[in-house]
């Protein structure tokens, strides 16, 4: 195909071939009338207006016409036509090593894609288009890529074969497996894919939702701790005087979020599982220590911890990228499955992101196990999105209040709130001592041990906790306090 240009080069291309035209034509006509044949009237025309078609074609036109001899020659490509021969997708490279064999291609399979087609309608990569806006105009924009695993797209599906096949019609779309691993607990499998490097991951997640909008295919979200910066009191303004929780000395607790310092004089010795995913970088143990001191802290220490003799499981998810501290949606997949396998009744999730379709499958699995779930709210400001998963329905959602009631400055607002709890001045541990603690991070262990004391003493706990409650801000439940804040049940204290 000749592409026009500003050089002219497209003239000096097509001179030879005018020529070549104006010769045969001639030649044609001259050979027939020195035969002295009449040359037939249709014939005559068509002589004539090949001759004069060659020679008036401005090169605008040479090119199109070019092109258009070229489309003539080729086959249409039909959208659907079960006789023809088509090249399958490409298989992608060498599988990850995966619990259990290779099953053959199934149609379904268990790939939670829904109703509607069973596979996926290749790309039509013979686009020049196409190509050209996938290396361009696709590229995912800095200020996006900053939310989420640039190049990746994570897959949840409910068995391995349903992965296997679904990973084969990926492959159409040039992705090709990263990790794939069973969710034993959880019933799941997750899968990461890589990108081709001229695709935006954005807009091939779009490109493949409109061909299968119920496919469980998402970014790999980053998620970030919701503490705010250092910054001391807690128990007292829950009604929790005493170190008494003794409804709460068999609760089994799990927390996603960094990992702890088991070394720490305030944990040492307490009834604590770790277990690491967050790989070779791993973040300062400073956030989930802090969290876990709340809870188990050792009163010899000077804490007055929300449930003492509570068996503690820690998923540490968080890695150390440069100067940011954040984890991704597939190894938040492997945290929630582990803690599952640990009996836990209870996860505290200290952490925020966008909304992505695969964590939320991840904790409607958890909350139909009825696990519960409580999210920090966020750090965004009154004006600030919803944050994820405080926002999923089910999950408690908790804001944070200082020593005299009032909400946390920067922290998120919204009707998903359910409750509110100290998190301004938190007293509790860190990685090398004790420190001041500010954020939404710091009220949802508050929230999550007066829940479950609740949940011990009573069947309708999230009644009994939302009657309880000190009504703050406007009557009622509200966008800035949810119900209020949360109050220490008497029952669990022997009061």
Not at 21 to 36: D, K, P
Not at 279 to 307: C, E, K, N, R
Not at 392 to 407: F, L, M, S, Y
């Amino acid at each position: 195909m000749i592409h026009r240009g500003t050089s002219g080069s497209a003239d000096h291309t097509r001179c030879p071939l005018t020529a070549a035209w104006l010769v045969v034509g001639t030649l044609i006509l001259m050979t027939e009338m020195a035969h002295g044949q009449d040359m037939e009237p249709q014939r005559q025309d068509r002589a004539r207006s090949l001759l004069e078609e060659i020679i008036t074609e401005t090169p605008e036109k040479a090119p199109e016409k070019a092109a258009d001899r070229q489309t003539d020659q080729k086959p249409a490509r039909p959208d659907t036509a079960p006789e023809a021969k088509t090249q399958p997708p490409a298989e992608p490279d060498a599988p990850p090593q995966e619990s259990g064999p290779v099953h053959p291609r199934v149609e379904r399979g268990g790939s939670l894609m829904g109703r509607g087609p069973s596979s996926l309608s290749p790309p039509d990569w013979s686009s020049a288009d196409d190509e050209t806006s996938m290396a361009s105009a696709d590229q995912d924009p800095p200020s996006e890529t900053e939310d989420f695993e640039p190049g990746e797209l994570v897959l949840i599906s409910n068995d391995m074969p349903g992965a296997v096949a679904m990973a084969r019609e990926l492959a159409a779309y040039r992705l090709r497996i990263k990790s794939r691993q069973a969710l034993k607990r959880l019933g799941l499998v997750v899968s990461v894919f890589r990108l081709p490097p001229d695709a935006g991951t954005l807009a091939l997640l779009a490109k493949i939702r409109r061909q299968s909008p119920n496919m469980n295919l998402d970014v790999n979200q980053r998620y970030r701790l919701m503490g705010g910066p250092r910054q001391r009191y807690g128990q007292d303004m829950i009604g929790l005087s005493t170190g008494n929780t003794s409804c709460l000395d068999n609760a089994r607790v799990g927390l996603i979020d960094t990992a702890v310092s088991l070394v720490h004089p305030a944990l040492a010795g307490r009834s604590i599982d770790l277990a690491e995913f967050a790989g070779p970088t791993p973040a300062p143990t400073d956030h989930g220590t802090a969290i876990a001191s709340l809870w188990v802290g050792d009163p010899d220490q000077g804490f007055t911890p929300l449930m003492r003799e509570a068996a503690l499981s820690v998923a540490a998810v968080f890695r150390q990228r440069g100067n940011t501290i954040d984890t991704t949606t597939d190894t938040l997949a492997l945290g929630l499955d582990w803690l599952l396998g640990q009996e836990v009744e209870a996860i505290n999730l200290s952490l925020g992101g966008r909304k992505n379709r695969v964590l939320d499958l991840l904790l409607q699995q958890l909350l139909a196990k009825e696990i519960l779930l409580v999210a920090a709210a966020g750090n965004l400001g009154s004006e600030g999105p919803a944050v994820y998963p405080a926002a999923h329905p089910g999950v408690i959602a908790v804001t944070a209040v200082d020593a005299n009631q009032r909400r946390y400055q920067r922290a998120n607002r919204g009707e998903h709130l359910d409750f509110a709890a100290p998190g301004v001045h938190v007293w509790a541990a860190s990685a090398d001592g004790t420190y001041y603690h500010s954020g939404t991070s710091y009220a949802a262990p508050f929230v999550l041990a007066t829940l479950l004391a609740e949940k011990h003493l009573s069947s309708r706990w999230q009644q009994q906790a939302q009657l309880g409650a000190i009504d703050l801000g406007i009557p009622g439940k509200d966008d800035n306090f949810g119900w209020g804040l949360i109050q220490w049940p008497d029952a669990c204290t022997g009061q």
